[in-house]
């Protein structure tokens, strides 16, 4: 019940914006009335089509309900550029007519009106386009080396290939899934952390476009802990399908790892939000180094969301590998994420803890990235000093 509401409050405040965009473009645009009824007959479109996008995924006739997904968020993803780049335009609009109020006739307000209103919605297309080819590519290596005091020799080069926010789901299959696994194991790396959110869907639904996760292969092997999505799905299914594939699934609990001589603990918590879904789930960076060998200096924790980092910090950790923000995806989401987040993305330091936060690996809703591109995250440790 609460949920229908909240999305019949979404979707009216959705046509809210609709008839906003509608009434300060359309009578501007420098065209004729059949043009500005077709763009007026878009609108009403778009806002059907977005929450049928949102509520595709429980559509269970295939390929009809992926097809509505994409055409839907695909519709989101044009109408969120729309709306911002309206609202620039209405500030740039009062600007001007600003200025010529102190100064008449200093500038041509009329020429401005038109040539904005139809810059406007060609400047959402191409966004929307670029944004599309930035999403469906396969995600960029990033390489990031991460200073370690005292640093053991043995471990001086230890490779994490981390993985976040894949969202396997209606817009993300598996050769999606099969290009960034081709990926991560072309870097041979020690150990692979898969940091959460790596489904938007039930295992029914999903179970064979995942099935390329069960190919992963490092030397110290693949590790896995959940995200939010992950509870959204049915995350005790999930967590049973993952470990069929073969990954080790780290629920507030830990590893020692024996490299060359010298150990490292890799530890992993459940989504920072998981006993809001489950009490047996909550989230504990305590209870997951609980145990561990007070001797061994590297201490890894795998968190899905960065706001885990001050108890993990707190627990002793070394450094926290987290993803969550998918670093805004597109503007101007990148700006509030930093409401909720006290990291957005790349590598930071609280409190003595280094916290690595990816952009993501895939991306969740509209098929779009701008500003934010996807990565598949090469984490080295290297000797320094870090204070």
Do not use: C
Not at 309 to 325: C, I, K, P, R, V
């Amino acid at each position: 019940m609460r949920r229908s509401s909240f999305l019949v409050r979404l979707i009216l405040i959705g046509i809210l914006l609709h008839i906003y965009v509608g009434f300060r473009l359309i009578p501007d645009m420098p065209v004729g009335m059949t043009v500005r009824t077709l763009a007026g007959l878009w609108l009403v479109l778009s806002v059907l089509l977005i929450p049928l996008g949102m509520l595709a995924r429980t559509i269970k006739q295939q390929p009809l309900g992926d097809r509505l997904a994409w055409v839907g968020l695909l519709a989101m993803g044009f109408f969120s550029s729309l709306l911002v780049l309206t609202f620039a335009r209405d500030l740039v609009l009062a600007s001007l007519m600003t200025v010529d109020a102190i100064w008449p006739g200093t500038i041509a307000l009329a020429r401005w009106r038109t040539g904005t209103a139809a810059a406007v919605p060609l400047l959402a297309i191409l966004s929307t386009l670029v944004g599309l080819f930035n999403a469906r590519r396969r995600a960029r290596v990033v390489t990031i080396d991460v200073p370690i005091e005292d640093l053991p020799a043995a471990l001086d080069g230890f490779t994490i290939v981390q993985i976040s926010d894949i969202h396997v789901g209606p817009t993300i299959k598996r050769r999606y899934v099969d290009a960034i696994v081709d990926a991560v194991n072309h870097l041979k790396p020690d150990l692979i952390a898969v940091t959460g959110d790596v489904v938007d869907g039930t295992v029914p639904q999903l179970t064979h476009h995942t099935q390329p996760l069960s190919r992963l292969s490092a030397r110290h092997g693949a590790f896995l802990v959940t995200g939010n999505h992950e509870y959204y799905a049915g995350a005790n299914a999930w967590i049973d399908e993952f470990r069929r594939l073969g990954l080790n699934v780290l629920l507030n609990e830990h590893v020692i790892v024996e490299h060359d001589g010298a150990r490292a603990v890799i530890a992993g918590v459940t989504d920072y939000s998981a006993g809001h879904h489950d009490p047996l789930h909550r989230s504990d960076p305590m209870a997951a180094i609980a145990g561990a060998p007070g001797d061994v200096l590297i201490k890894v924790l795998l968190a899905h969301q960065p706001r885990s980092a001050e108890a993990a910090a707190a627990a002793g950790f070394t450094l926290q590998l987290s993803g969550h923000t998918h670093g805004g995806q597109f503007f101007p989401w990148n700006f509030f994420v930093r409401i909720q987040q006290p990291f957005t993305a790349g590598l930071a330091r609280l409190n003595g803890l280094w916290v690595y936060t990816s952009r993501g690996t895939g991306y969740w809703g509209p098929p779009k990235r701008l500003g934010a591109p996807s990565e598949i995250t090469r984490v080295r440790l290297v000797p320094g000093v870090t204070d």
